[in-house]
């Protein structure tokens, strides 16, 4: 079967410096990617690439095997959910105003919105009746969860998450990030999640992508980057993160 | 809403159907005319509107000719000066037919002149057998107080004075009023003066005659449209019927009723009415509270109309402005520029292409409306955070969701802000639409300027102050209706 994302000599450049350098991958399908790396990588680059929020300057990236473009991305993005740090919900509408957003206007009746968002809130952990509330009166987790709840709404087969633990402290997060490998575990979606954490890879990838000032270094499982390091700088970042945390993150 | 557009659309092009209408000059005389014209063609059975001191000249003329009225009074001398250039005004045949030309009528003159003369007080006239200003030949010990304007033009006293040869001891010249109290006190004796001015009988004075015809014929007149004689024939015969009617101290006692006894025009032409032509008078002056009623839906319905098509040109504009940013700078560049045209300008300019009433005031309040919808608008979309814009983006909403359902309703604060500014500018703006007729909040401030009534000018004002400020209450209640409750402070 062929990949649900892929990269195809993928660039792009910023005007003050970096962006990615010309990278072709390809995700693997119903598992959890993580792309890694430290600030200014080139992670979130990427990912904005592939929905197409940011136009390449060479190459395509392919999502169920179209590639994202100006015409085609609207159509692609409704089969991508996508949440960043702060939830990005729209504060003029309460939680639900949010999640009923894209299947309202596609034509979905209020009876099947409601039975959808009922199923994802108890998947993402949300009390129902938390709809009802505007974004300012919602905590910082409470507000990620509801974003969750509305990229899933269309049930989209692959989901994009840039750094969506970011902005929580570290209790919420903790307790979210397991909320979130379950969820992940039911729904075997393919995932792809941004994050400059170690521990939150270690917690959540499949796969991890490790990059650095916009190339990849290595992809492949987390223990692969441990054992067999394609770069000397792999071994820093991982050693790094660890000191940082005192822990072993495997 | 309804309502309001179709009277908008009726008023704008009901121009050549519906009622006769009369306008007038905006100073006394001028309103007095036209209450005249206006009452007599209502007692022959005609529905008649007034547009009140709608302007000078240029605008009547124009109004006329554009069929934006019907009628008004004139002057001979005036027409040949601006209307008819270089024609003879004492040769009434051939200016009847130089305005046929233009498809406009000329009654025969009302009776009276209102040019230049020379007052005498009547006391002093009769004592010395004072009735022309040959008369004056005889008398050089008579003090002479004239205006300093009459004593500068070659056409005023230096010309004058060769004409008639007259030979005074003593010309002095001096400000207008100082002279007519000189007069009273006995200081001087002879005055320069407009041949109707109230003055005359207020301060019983004689207007000498002008016997050898020095001065400009400015024998008084109405003009109305060729058209009228077949839409309506019985206000095209009331107003020849006028004809010889009115004599100088007719005119002069009724501009004295209306600028010294405070006496409205409407009640004046009627007694003119009912005690000279024996017609039945409908002067019935409607009472304040339902000339402010009136008013108030006027101006209103002015305020209303722009303001609704303001918001519904410049929103999209500001859209488009938003997304586009060079083609913004331009349009908001050019919105800037109506901004700074002069209202009065901008009325004057709109005349030629809409005509006098509601038409050049809505399009003037339309334009100053513009600039602040379309700058809050374009400042509202572009102060969004970027993480909102990119999630609506993301989520795959079409274009047109994404504006209806995310951008518009987050701008809406900076967008109502905009259109609260744009409507108390518009209230206040709205009572210049008096000068074009228009009506509105503006017509008994005019009205009350010209007769120096302060009465008259609070009628205007109160009631404008009032509604700038329910209109901000309205704007404060429409933002807590409008304005999403995630969006509002606290």
């Known amino acids: ?250 | 809403m309804k309502r309001l557009a179709l009277t908008l659309a009726f008023t704008l092009t009901a121009c050549h159907a519906g009622p006769v209408r009369v306008g007038s000059k905006n100073f006394t005389e001028g309103v007095l005319l036209g209450e005249v014209a206006t009452q007599v063609c209502g007692a022959a059975g005609e529905h008649v509107e007034h547009r009140r001191q709608l302007g000078g000249t240029a605008v009547l003329w124009r109004a006329l000719r554009a069929g934006s009225i019907d009628a008004y009074a004139e002057y001979t001398g005036t027409i040949t000066a601006e209307i008819v250039r270089g024609a003879d005004p004492a040769d009434l045949p051939a200016l009847r037919r130089a305005l046929s030309a233009q498809g406009i009528a000329m009654t025969a003159p009302l009776g009276f002149e209102n040019t230049f003369a020379l007052g005498v007080p009547e006391g002093l006239a009769a004592a010395r057998g004072l009735a022309t200003i040959t008369d004056l030949r005889a008398h050089p010990d008579l003090t002479l107080a004239l205006s300093h304007e009459f004593i500068g033009r070659a056409d005023g006293w230096p010309g004058l004075r060769s004409a008639y040869g007259l030979a005074p001891r003593d010309v002095r010249g001096m400000d207008h009023d100082l002279a007519y109290r000189a007069l009273a006190s006995g200081a001087a004796h002879v005055t320069d003066l407009y041949s109707t001015d109230a003055e005359i009988a207020s301060n019983h004075l004689r207007a000498l005659r002008d016997d050898r015809h020095y001065f400009p014929d400015y024998r008084a007149v109405i003009l109305y449209r060729a058209d009228l004689a077949a839409r309506s024939p019985a206000c095209a015969r009331a107003l020849d019927a006028l004809a010889g009617r009115i004599d100088a101290p007719t005119m002069i006692a009724m501009n004295a009723a209306v600028r010294v006894s405070r006496r409205t025009e409407s009640d004046v032409a009627a007694e003119f009415l009912s005690t000279r032509l024996r017609a039945g008078a409908t002067a019935a002056e409607p009472s304040r509270i339902a000339r402010i009623a009136a008013r108030t839906w006027e101006h209103l319905a002015m305020v209303l109309s722009s303001l609704l098509a303001a918001i519904a040109c410049a929103v999209p504009l500001g859209v488009f402005a938003a997304r586009r940013p060079r083609v913004g700078s331009l349009v908001l560049g050019a919105a800037g520029v109506l901004q700074t045209i002069p209202s009065l300008a901008l009325l004057v300019l709109l005349i030629p292409l809409l005509g006098i009433g509601v038409g050049p005031a809505v399009a003037a309040l339309f334009l100053y409306s513009l600039l602040p919808v379309v700058q809050n608008t374009v400042t509202g979309l572009r102060g969004i955070a970027p993480s909102l814009r990119e999630s609506a983006e993301a989520l795959g909403l079409p274009p047109r969701a994404k504006l209806l359902r995310v951008e518009l309703p987050l701008a809406m604060p900076s967008i109502l802000a905009g259109v609260r500014t744009a409507a108390v500018i518009s209230v206040g703006t709205a009572t210049l639409g008096a000068l074009v007729g228009a009506g509105g909040y503006g017509q008994p401030i005019m009205t009350g300027i010209r007769l120096d009534s302060t009465a008259t000018i609070l009628e205007g004002a109160v009631p404008a102050a009032v509604l700038a400020l329910v209109t901000q209450a309205v704007f404060g209640w429409l933002e807590r209706r409008l304005v999403p409750r995630g969006l509002r402070d606290g």
């Not at chain 1, 960043?84 to 209020?110: C, E, K, M, R, Y």
């Not at chain 1, 792809?192 to 270094?217: P, Y």
């Not at chain 1, 071994?235 to 822990?247: E, I, N, Y």
């Open chain 1, 1 to 250: 079967m062929d990949a649900i994302v892929e990269l195809r000599g993928v660039a792009r450049r910023f005007p003050g410096g970096g962006g990615l350098h010309p990278t072709t991958l390809s995700f693997k399908s119903g598992a959890t990617t993580v792309l890694l790396g430290p600030s200014g990588c080139g992670k979130s680059t990427l990912l904005r690439l592939v929905n197409g929020l940011l136009r390449p300057d060479a190459g395509d990236a392919l999502v169920f095997g179209t590639p994202v473009r100006e015409d085609t991305a609207p159509a692609l993005r409704r089969r991508m959910g996508y949440v960043i740090q702060d939830g990005g919900l729209f504060p003029h509408l309460t939680g639900f105003g949010n999640v009923a957003l894209l299947p309202s206007w596609l034509g979905w009746d209020d009876a099947r919105i409601r039975e959808r968002a009922t199923v994802l809130c108890d998947l993402a952990r949300l009390p129902t009746n938390l709809l009802e509330r505007y974004p300012q009166s919602l905590s910082g987790g409470q507000r990620q969860r509801v974003a969750l709840v509305r990229a899933l709404m269309t049930d989209p087969a692959l989901l994009l998450l840039d750094e969506p633990l970011g902005a929580l402290d570290p209790m919420v997060r903790a307790e979210l990030q397991r909320d979130l490998r379950e969820a992940f575990a039911a729904l075997r979606k393919t995932v792809l999640l941004v994050t400059h954490d170690l521990g939150e890879a270690s917690h959540f990838a499949d796969e991890v992508v490790l990059l650095r000032e916009g190339r990849v270094l290595q992809h492949g499982p987390l223990e692969a980057l441990e054992q067999t390091p394609a770069d000397p700088f792999v071994t820093r970042f991982l050693s790094a993160q660890k000191s940082l945390w005192g822990v072993g993150a495997a």
